[in-house]
Each structure stands twice: as structure tokens, then as C-alpha cells.
């Protein structure tokens, strides 16, 4: 019989299968705090007995992750290659700023998506991640660093609603007082735009922060960059992110990643202003981070900064993410791609 993976559980699924083995229902809090400071063997949960430990480690497992590669930056990000139990590989990015330590985590083994300017979806997806490997990331991050995490961004490796249940399962896990106590509303979920999966999100009850990869504020550019704009276009996206903003009331970010001549003119820049002007939205300008494989490259400074000015004084808050690790593989999927390459 194979062994139950606590990490996979919920608090209450713990608790409920705690309860029946046999086990006080106290066990479980006192489990799940273990699992959550990074433990990775039952011996190192002290005030559990000799007995119930051993009782334990014969029924359950503790899921870990392997530092296999890690790069870190001048400007302090910590780029992270974890290896998986199964030996698959994924990548976590680990910020500071002045407010905390965010970190972007991935939800999937490659991605299949098929995005053009990502590295993350070359070879498609392998497999998703369990609701305890996408939690793997942040606890063995911050016990890698030292630091404790502030923030969580799902923005690596995969598409975050192509793996729903895992991905929501993972959220109430690490919101959790008993967990790792990371307030929903410090986390922001990124999605390529699944429609009905987005309106599915906005029922959960969980005040996340909804990133819209967006990228282009026309059907015939963003289906030629993102091949899910067949599926669900401009149109059908906006509904859902509408009925988001409806259910949430809260404010969806619209990630635009810059890429020169391709989607930073000042007419598609007036273009996105219509799209967006009486929604409820932000913009993040992403200057695109040059990908061996795709060709695209970054806009210059000017380009960037007409870009942005065409959406402010057109009454949209909008930003330039601030670029970090442009001394290491900083775009998702750029590590584990050199790691394969090179046989690692």
C-alpha cells in the first residue's frame, strides 16, 4: 500500500484521516505546523512520541525538494533549479525588495500552453504538480535562504488553472493559520486566460490577486503570440475577467510583456488604453527577457516609455516591472533548458 503524501492534504483532509487511524485530532495541527517549517523526516517532530513517529513514517510521507542548481544575482534574486522526487525538475525565483521576499513558483513540468515568447512551454507539459510540490517551492526556498517569505507569486513554470484543483488545494494550505500563514491577498495567481476557469476561481472565496496574461489588445496579435486566443478570444477572456472583478471586487492586473516591433507601438498602446480605461484594472509593463529560442528582443527605453505614457494619460495606472537577475537565467524555463541540454 502506498504511503499517504501529507503535503497533498488539506488541514481537514489531515485531520480527517488522522481521526481515522486512530489519532486525537490535536495530531494533526501538530503535524501540519512540522510540515510547514520544512521538515523532512518524522524524527524531527519532537513533541510527537517515539511510537507515533515510527506509527508515521510506516503510513505516510514527508515530500522534499532537491536544490539541483541555484544562481544568484547582484541584485540579490536567487534563481532556484529544484529537483522533484520523480527526478523531474522546475524553477522558483526568490526577490527582495525593500518590503519583503517575493517568489514566483511554478505549478506544472513544462507548460502546454505554447506561448511564443516563453521559454517555459518548449517540449510541452510533462505533468502537473501535486498541491504539496508547488508548497515544496516556497518552504524549501525560505529554508534554503533564511528569509521568510512575504509574498507568492504562481507566474513559473505552467499554466496555474490548467492544474486547478492542485493549485486552489495549495492556496487554502499555505493561507492556512497553521501552515505558513501567507495572507491570500499576498498571493497573486498568473493564467494565460482560461475563461471558464477564471469564472470558476472567482467562486472559491479566496482573495487572490489575478494576473491576466494579456500581451496583446487585439485578436489577430495575441493569437499569433498566445495559440489560447483561438480558444477563448478577446472577448470571451474580458467577460470572465469582468465577472471576476464583479464577484471579487478586486483589481485584476494585465500582465503586457513588451516585446520590440512586435506589440509596442503607440496605436496598440491606444488600443490596450480602450480595452482597459473603465475596467477595473492595472497594467504591468514586462520588458521581454530575450529567449534564445524565440528570437524576440527587448524594446529600447523610448519605446518603453511612450508605451507607458500613452496608458497613464489615458487615466490607467500602469507600471514597468522592475527587471532583477538579468545576470542569470532570469525567464521562466531558461535553467531547466540548459540543465537538460547539458545532460545535468
Known sequence: MSKVRLKDLTFDELTEYFLSIGLKKYRARQVYEWLYKGVESFEEMTNLSKELRCQLDEMCHISTLKVLDK????????KYLFELEDGETVESVLMEYKHGHPICISTQVGCNMGCKFCASTVGGKVRDLTAGEIADQVIFASKDSGFTITNIVLMGIGEPLDNYENVTKFIRNINHYA???????????????????????AEEGLPVTLSVSLHAPNDALRTSLMP??????????????????????RRITYEYALIGGVNDSEEIAGQLLALTKKRLSHINI???NSVESTGFKKGNAESINKFRTVLEQGGVTTTVRRELGNDIDAACGQLRRRHAREGK
Open 71 to 78: 544562481q544568484v544575482s547582484v541584485d540579490g534574486t536567487v
Open 179 to 201: 501552515g505558513m500563514n501567507i495572507g491570500a491577498r499576498h498571493i497573486s495567481l498568473s493564467t494565460c486566460g482560461q475563461a471558464e476557469k477564471i469564472e470558476r476561481l
Open 228 to 249: 489560447i486566443n483561438k480558444k477563448y478570444n478577446l472577448k470571451r477572456l474580458f467577460e470572465a475577467c469582468d465577472y471576476y472583478v464583479e464577484k471579487t471586487n
Open 286 to 288: 514586462i520588458p521581454v
